[in-house]
């Protein structure tokens, strides 16, 4: 079972492959699990940005796989690490979030894209792309996909979780025609079918051609509130190194030496604010420094005033 017909008819024709090549899912988080079963045994290595996505971390971990992480710079992995972990470590796949990455808002360059791709053909390694804010950029231009650069070896993984809901449980893949086959046979060994209803809900919201203008309007409303965050991060906290998303959900800042989000995190209610610690992204070091801000959900004065509240438990750590 490899989701509603209609759909992943559609969904190919969108980005020219086969039908044969589409997988739609309940979430792009379970079609995550499902490939982890479907082509990794325990003990095989998998390359993760540093930080990653949290449950991604869980998804891996918990089918016994040694998760290895690589730093991530400005624009994307660091190669001079990529390519000492793969030397050191023989990964079975890279797993990397391209485009306005949670938990840091980066944006993988092109040219480190082309690299990755290089390597993983030379050392033999699956690249899973994981691109749900792909479609949500509010400044600069689009990055061309790993897949459009050159689709053997990837994976791609995306969901409409951000672009319609979360809660309509629909992510999709899109692989060769045997990665298919075999992430197929584990969904219908886990939940026997996806939930058409949901599938046929989102084949509807596009044949009805309604995609290209919620997109605009999910621009329109979170484009000014990154823009509202950055300026406000700027004049409140300006000595805090940054990231420079362009699009996506989510800024992310490294606190500075000698403050650990813990601190943060405990001091944080006494100004209304709650924080999420950065230790669950990393892999295998300290990530206590790290601090992922998520600005979609607040108003612009919202924004300004959370950021001038985190402005002051950063005072607190230093009393
Ligand atoms: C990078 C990444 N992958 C996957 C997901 C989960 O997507 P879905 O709701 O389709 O399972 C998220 C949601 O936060 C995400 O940020």
């Not at 792309?129 to 949500?136: E, F, G, N, V």
């Not at 621009?219 to 509202?228: H, M, Q, S, T």
Request: hydrophobic share 40%; aromatic share 8%; glycine share 8%.
């Amino acid at each position: 079972m490899r989701g509603f017909v209609p759909l992943r008819q559609t969904l190919a024709e969108q980005i020219a492959v086969s039908v044969d090549q589409i997988f739609v899912g309940n979430g792009s988080i379970q079609i995550l699990d499902s490939l982890t079963h479907a082509l990794f045994e325990p003990g095989d290595t998998i390359l993760v940005e540093r930080p990653t996505y949290d449950r991604t971390l869980t998804t891996f971990r918990r089918a016994g796989l040694h998760v290895k992480g690589v730093s991530l710079d400005g624009d994307g992995m660091n190669l001079d690490e990529l390519e000492a972990a793969i030397g050191a470590h023989a990964p079975k796949a890279l797993y990397v979030i391209p485009d306005f990455q949670n938990p840091s808002g980066v944006t993988t360059s092109l040219a480190k894209r082309e690299a990755i791709l290089e390597l993983a053909h030379r050392h033999r390694f699956l690249i899973v792309a994981d691109i749900p804010y792909r479609l949500l950029r509010y400044e600069g231009e689009d990055v061309t996909g790993f897949r459009e650069v050159r689709a053997e070896r990837v994976v791609e993984l995306s969901s409409f979780s951000k672009l319609i809901s979360p809660g309509i449980r629909v992510g999709w893949m899109v692989a060769s025609k045997a990665i298919v086959d075999r992430v197929a046979q584990v969904a219908v060994d886990t939940y026997i079918s996806p939930s058409m209803l949901s599938h046929g809900t989102v084949y509807e919201f596009l044949r009805r051609g309604w995609m290209p203008d919620n997109i605009e309007r999910l621009k329109a409303l979170y484009g000014p509130r990154l823009r509202a965050t950055l300026a406000a991060l700027s004049s409140s906290l300006p000595a805090v190194a940054r990231s420079h998303p362009e699009g996506g959900f989510f800024v992310a800042l490294t606190l500075p030496e000698g403050v650990s989000g813990e601190q943060m995190c405990q001091l944080a209610p006494q100004e209304g604010l709650e924080l999420t610690r950065g230790e669950g992204f990393y892999a295998d070091v300290d990530g206590s420094r790290f601090l992922r801000l998520p600005f979609c959900a607040l108003r612009e004065d919202e924004i300004r005033e959370a950021v001038s509240r985190l402005a002051r438990v950063l005072e607190r750590t230093k009393a």
